[in-house]
């Protein structure tokens, strides 16, 4: 009768043994999570703005570049023409912007600059396309889907695309799909 309580005392041990490794190894994930990844899903009013964070809701981005929404951004100080721009931004794997949403405006509405925008005109099909070969969403730019090609596409701050010479000097700003 002593061995068989010795025996269970021992199993009984083994099992909360195991059962607080297993919690420690949740606990330890849980923190590193909490602390590499930060929500920033913002809540837009008409008032409001919005702040950006070097770290987006999905992943990291690299130093001087700005998380959102699962993308990663940067904002160019630096002026350059629409090609110089468009090659600095595939330097970095990334494109230049293209807009898919609403919230992308109001995060590029924080400037006060002009900025190039991945888009261009194709002959071929008579109609603007994003770098990656789709169509832009008309609800997004209504106007500018109906502008003539004689340049290349410039974001301004009021929400409009224009067109500018492609060798005027903007800023520019890449993105990093992230998903």
């Not at 919005?50 to 001087?64: G, M, T």
């Amino acid at each position: 009768m002593a061995v068989s309580r010795i025996t269970m005392w021992r199993l009984m041990s083994a099992i909360f043994g195991i059962k607080c490794l297993l919690l420690t190894v949740t606990l330890g994930i849980l923190m590193k999570n909490s602390f590499t990844m930060q929500s920033i899903q913002p809540t837009l009013t008409p008032t409001s703005t919005v702040e950006f964070q070097e770290v987006s809701e999905c992943c990291a981005c690299l130093e001087k570049w700005i998380g959102y929404q699962c993308n990663c951004y940067f904002i160019s100080k630096e002026e350059k023409s629409w090609e110089e721009s468009r090659d600095f931004c595939a330097s970095q794997n990334s494109s230049l912007l293209q807009l898919k949403t609403r919230n992308e405006m109001s995060f590029m509405n924080a400037s006060q600059n002009f900025f190039w925008i991945g888009m261009h005109y194709s002959e071929e099909l008579k109609a603007w396309l994003w770098e990656d070969g789709s169509f832009p969403v008309k609800d997004l730019l209504p106007v500018f889907s109906n502008t003539k090609p004689r340049g290349c596409p410039v974001f301004s701050p009021s929400k409009a695309v224009s067109i500018d010479s492609c060798e005027t000097k903007n800023g520019f700003i890449c993105k990093q799909s992230r998903i």
